[in-house]
């Protein structure tokens, strides 16, 4: 095969190898359905201001991610092999529900036909594994995306890791691990990736099921890479895929170094007091401050620490007792965790530490402590080679000056087979406010904390440090985050909270209905497209016989009125019972429509709605303001009949990374009194998920309305 390709003899496989993927999508995208939908559901989140999303999707082929791309997105496509086209068009055809643009014969190393910062959203499939350059392609793919918040998505299948071991998998998603190698997953697809990679370069044009493509996605230099590893069931050596999305978030990088900066000018006097050793004197004062910060610090992370030291019991000798060295020992917030008889070596730089450590060894009388070391991390030379069965580490390779180092040390002095124990906190996610705030106050932190760095991805240097077994997993603790902006907002509404209590802001009751009757006409006019399409699929819910039977629950003004099909049974249901006089109105201009009661009932209590009595329940702006989500769901689910649907159109929470998330959050307190309980940070389509409904038709999309409710979810979900 390798001398036909060279002597051009396999060149008619070109034309055969669009049929053969035109006919593996179908089953591929079959069994990609769901990893599909949840991907491509995040290309709301980076709709341009004004138009529609731009995508530009190396590698099309037959252009098999086309039915999962919203409704009017403008599609450029590229493939290096012409002979796609004439599939491609079929999809096209299928998917009448997008805009095609133009299919440019080009390589993803070399797409110089497309413009600089051109498109909205770049897509990968399946790609990746066949260029022949991939960082090159990467490159490509930052040069043509427009630069603020822009989006590379990707969906590839990969090489293992590690032959024969078990793998710890970016994020928290880990390979089950067997006790022999032969019969380990992992060692079974690593085994057959290499057999038949040489074969499947021919039999795939160019594909190689041996590439570690993350590397390249995490080494190309995006702002954020949300990566996940997932095992789809698929063919053997297929089975291993990563999928996600990377970005540039330029805006808060910008304003982030800005201020960061600001910050680094602010400490310019700690910094020259260190220089001059002004600064000397802390040394003394912070073991007081880490001896009362770690009670605290153990309270909430108690539960942690004992999980974490319960593994103790594994590396007992076989003969004697426990040898722990405790590098960075501090006050000795971690001894009240070790077993009984453990024999405790401590090491730290600081000999300030001692008057409290020996406090916490008074305390801790079931241990027997060896000495106390006054040494860094990086240099541990007073311990000898392979003498100690445990190294403990908690919230110290934050402040060491080379992390690796320490980490050879702690192998060093460990015997073969103990092992090294850590607790550290780490650079916070790149989307998050977190660590924007990680990088700007980290100046100060610095010389608050002695030396201590919350911008430091540990893990990685424990990936990279070479022990046999590396059982590590990323959480979130009870602890302080950096920034609370939403506590100033909340004491400027105390008076408000004060008034609600007293049951003095009754009277908005009344005023509310008004408020919403003006809102929805300008809402109504804007979501008039959206609306159609929803309410479209109304008519796929007819029973054979009688009319359309619709519940509308939290129906306020009647909004959703003129969309309903002539003849439908209506019941509408309001907490609020001031409502009623525009819901007449509404009743009036549409009447096409049979009304048969308004009840006044909240949406966790329809008691009065019989079980399986409606054909469709709908609720619009509704699932924002309800107190029990789950169980207005439920009560959705009773009062459908089966094969009966729930309609709903919801604002929903902003992406993380965006500034509407921001002022969402720091604007809610008072946003919940001027819209009568509403809250603007729900995540609702993760409780639709949860609902239990048999299919769920849910999609993200960008309102064209206030930004504070920009965020929406539109679909059905069937009973």
Not at 389 to 408: F, I, P
Not at 484 to 491: A, N, T
Request: glycine share 6%.
């Amino acid at each position: 095969m390798y001398i036909a390709e060279v002597t051009g003899l396999l060149s008619f496989y070109k034309r055969v190898f669009p049929l053969f993927i035109y006919t593996f999508t179908y089953k591929y995208n079959d069994k990609m359905n769901d990893s599909k939908r949840e991907l491509f559901r995040n290309l709301e989140k980076f709709y341009p201001p004004k138009g529609s999303l731009r995508i530009l999707e190396v590698g099309c082929g037959s252009g098999a991610n086309f039915e999962h791309y919203p409704t009017g997105c403008k599609i450029t496509c590229t493939d290096p092999n012409p002979h796609f086209q004439k599939y491609l068009k079929k999809t096209m055809a299928k998917n009448d529900h997008l805009v095609y643009d133009s299919f440019i014969v080009a390589s993803g190393e070399n797409l110089k036909a497309v413009e600089d910062n051109s498109v909205d959203v770049v897509v990968c499939t399946l790609v990746l594994c066949s260029v022949n350059d991939t960082p090159k392609v990467l490159q490509e793919a930052k040069r043509v995306l427009r630069p603020i918040d822009c989006c590379f998505e990707m969906l590839e299948h990969f090489k293992l890791n590690k032959p024969y071991s078990n793998t710890l998998f970016f994020r928290e998603e880990r390979f089950s691990s067997l006790n022999m190698w032969c019969l380990s997953p992992q060692a079974g697809f690593t085994f057959f990736n290499m057999f038949f990679n040489h074969s499947g370069t021919f039999f795939g044009d160019g594909c190689e099921i041996t590439r570690a493509t993350w590397k390249h996605l995490e080494a190309a230099g995006f702002s954020d890479l949300q990566l996940r590893h997932i095992q789809p069931p698929l063919f053997v050596i297929l089975r291993p895929h990563i999928v996600g999305y990377a970005t540039y978030h330029l805006k808060m990088s910008l304003l982030m170094n800005a201020c960061a900066f600001l910050v680094k000018v602010l400490v310019l006097p700690l910094y020259i007091a260190e220089v001059t050793g002004l600064l000397s004197f802390y040394k003394r004062v912070f073991p007081l401050l880490v001896y009362k910060m770690s009670i605290s610090y153990n309270g909430k992370m108690s539960d942690k620490k004992k999980e974490l030291f319960r593994n103790l019991e594994k590396f007992y000798p076989s003969k004697g007792s426990l040898r722990i060295l405790e590098v960075g020992c501090g006050s000795g917030a971690n001894f009240e965790h070790y077993p009984t008889g453990c024999k405790i070596t401590c090491t730290d730089p600081n000999p300030h530490f001692q008057k409290y450590l020996n406090k916490s060894m008074a305390k801790n009388d079931h241990l027997v402590y060896d000495s106390f070391i006054v040494a860094s991390g990086e240099n541990l030379k007073a311990v000898e080679d392979n003498s100690v069965d445990v190294v403990v580490c908690t919230l110290v390779l934050c402040s060491v000056n080379d992390t690796q180092k320490v980490l050879q040390e702690a192998k060093r002095v460990l015997r073969p087979g103990g092992a090294f124990f850590f607790l550290e906190h780490v650079v916070s996610e790149p989307s998050s406010w977190v660590y924007f705030f990680q990088h700007v106050f980290q100046p100060f932190w610095y010389y608050f904390g002695d030396g201590c760095e919350t911008t430091r991805a540990t893990w990685k240097h424990l990936e990279a440090a070479g022990f046999s077994d590396l059982q590590l997993r990323h959480m979130q603790p009870p602890l302080f985050f950096l920034i609370r902006p939403h506590i100033v907002v909340k004491v400027l509404t105390l008076p408000l909270y004060v008034a609600e209590w007293f049951g003095l802001l009754s009277l908005y009751k009344r005023v509310f209905p008004r408020f919403v009757y003006n809102f929805t006409l300008v809402y109504n006019e804007m979501m008039k497209d959206q609306k159609k399409e929803l309410f479209r699929n109304l008519e796929k819910f007819y029973l054979p016989k009688g009319s359309l039977r619709i519940l509308e629950v939290g129906c306020g003004t009647g909004a959703n009125f003129e969309h309903y099909p002539t003849g439908c049974k209506i019941t509408c249901t309001d907490p609020n019972p001031h409502f009623q006089k525009y819901l007449d109105t509404t009743m009036a201009k549409n009447d096409h429509l049979v009304y048969d009661s308004f009840i006044v009932a909240s949406g966790e209590n329809l008691k009065v709605v019989e079980d399986n009595s409606v054909d469709v329940v709908v609720c619009t702006l509704v699932l924002c303001s309800v107190q029990d989500m789950s169980k207005v769901l439920q009560e959705a689910k009773r009062v459908l009949r089966p094969g009966g649907a729930l309609f709903f159109i919801e604002h929903v929470v902003s992406d993380p990374s965006t500034w509407s998330y921001f002022f969402q959050h720091v604007i809610q307190p008072f946003w919940y009194y001027m819209n009568d309980g509403c809250d603007a940070t729900r995540t609702t389509w993760k409780d639709l998920e949860a609902a239990g409904f048999s299919d769920l038709q849910l999609r993200h999309i960008q309102a064209p309305i206030f930004f504070m409710i920009k965020p929406h979810i539109i679909g059905y979900a069937v009973k």
